[in-house]
């Protein structure tokens, strides 16, 4: 199973911005989707950002992200990040990436905890007012 590292998270004011980074044991990303989730202490995790090559590189975004995180990969490093802009409090959560359990399984709207198979240990974003 492969293994996810995540990196970047931290204590950071309204505004602000971080970068996480996902970075696996193998090459994983270039037919694997790869995601982003986030779960808020008393909330269920969800998916807010996901990454597919299927016909072209295809994303997704949860609706409070958009135009604010952007997701993207570099299959050379076995790395996938988002980039975190403008971030607001309701942000801080603790965000992890995963792999998908099957090559090339992209879907059109949010994925689900169970789409994948590997996961980070997680990182935690902390977003001060």
């Known amino acids: 199973q492969v293994q996810l590292v995540e990196s970047g998270g931290g204590l950071v004011q309204a505004g602000g911005s971080l970068r996480l980074s996902c970075t696996a044991s193998e090459d994983t990303f270039s037919t694997h989707t790869m995601g982003w989730f986030r779960q808020a202490p008393g909330k269920e995790r969800e998916n807010i950002a996901a990454i597919a090559w299927g016909q072209g590189i295809i994303k997704y975004y949860h609706d409070s992200v958009k135009g604010r995180f952007t997701i993207s990969k570099d299959n050379s490093k076995n790395t996938a990040y988002l980039q975190m802009n403008n971030l607001k409090p309701e942000d801080t959560a603790v965000y992890s990436c995963?792999?998908?359990?099957?090559?090339?399984?992209?879907?059109?709207?949010?994925?689900?905890?169970?789409?994948?198979?590997?996961w980070g240990q997680g990182t935690r974003v902390t977003v001060s007012s």
């Open positions: 995963a792999a998908a359990r099957d090559e090339y399984f992209i879907k059109s709207a949010a994925y689900l905890p169970s789409d994948f198979g590997s």
